[in-house]
């Protein structure tokens, strides 16, 4: 593992100005190591140290399928369009990597043409916003929203176009050969790496310890990144409340439901 962070390294070949650092060495070996033996290892590093790095050439050189699970789907994001690539660069790997999120990040086909059918929009911008979205669809191979520009964070389209656990309809859905949720754990099924956040890492945990399905794939490692933030991700699972958000949906649901009935 070491060999990988010396001066005249694999990742000093393909990262300008790189500098080694005896630290960033010595963490990837013993994360290596965890793997390996199927252990536990809690690390931190300061600043500048290259943590990612140190976890992701064990990751990557490991045998089995890992798992990485970040605290934001910002640093997810990074690691799978940026860091990732860079990493089997430097290693001449050719493994399958895979990202993963909740479902609430990816359009739904079934809700979309719903939502076209219904025709009630409150505004021209919703209308605009539509229409990107469907614009987007046509193009797109994940469905992933993030992907999709043009909308602001705060339009009130995003939530009428996502599926939830709840109104989903599973292999029942006129659109299931489509559905972008599935096409990405089928992707997640098949790769060697699968980098997701701490919220779908627990909420995989409840479903099976109900005994309903499975979010994610079997793994011989789970390698968390930003874990300070894992006590209040899994607070949110083991917990009960009943939060802002639950009740616009509520009200959303009900506003839906009058103008329907109104007809």
Not at 112 to 118: A, F, G, H, I
Request: net charge negative; aromatic share 8%.
């Amino acid at each position: 593992m070491e060999d990988h962070f010396n001066k005249n390294g694999s990742l000093s070949k393909l990262i300008e100005g790189f500098k080694h650092r005896p630290e960033q060495g010595e963490m990837a070996k013993d994360i290596f190591s965890a793997i390996e033996n199927q252990t536990t290892l809690v690390a931190e590093a300061g600043t500048g140290t290259g943590k990612t790095f140190a976890y992701l050439i064990p990751a990557l050189s490991s045998k089995g399928r890992v798992i990485i699970s970040t605290g934001t789907k910002t640093l997810q994001e990074q690691i799978y369009e940026q860091d990732i690539p860079r990493v089997k660069k430097a290693l001449g790997s050719n493994i399958q990597v895979a990202i993963l999120k909740g479902r609430a990040n990816y359009v739904c086909h079934y809700f979309l043409n719903r939502r076209k059918k219904e025709g009630h929009f409150d505004s021209k911008y919703e209308v605009s916003d539509f229409e990107i979205i469907e614009e987007f669809v046509r193009s797109s191979q994940t469905g992933d929203l993030s992907q999709c520009d043009g909308i602001a964070e705060t339009s009130e389209i995003w939530d009428s176009i996502v599926s939830t656990r709840d109104n989903c309809l599973g292999t029942d859905c006129e659109f299931y050969e489509k559905c972008f949720v599935a096409k990405a754990r089928s992707r997640a099924m098949r790769a060697d790496i699968v980098v997701i956040n701490h919220y779908l890492f627990f909420a995989d945990i409840v479903l099976r310890e109900l005994g309903l399905s499975e979010l994610l794939p079997t793994s011989n490692a789970v390698l968390f990144d930003e874990a300070h933030l894992v006590p209040e991700v899994a607070s949110l699972f083991f917990g009960e409340s009943v939060t802002t958000g639950q009740i616009i949906d509520l009200a959303r649901d009900s506003k839906v439901e009058a103008k329907e009935n109104a007809e």
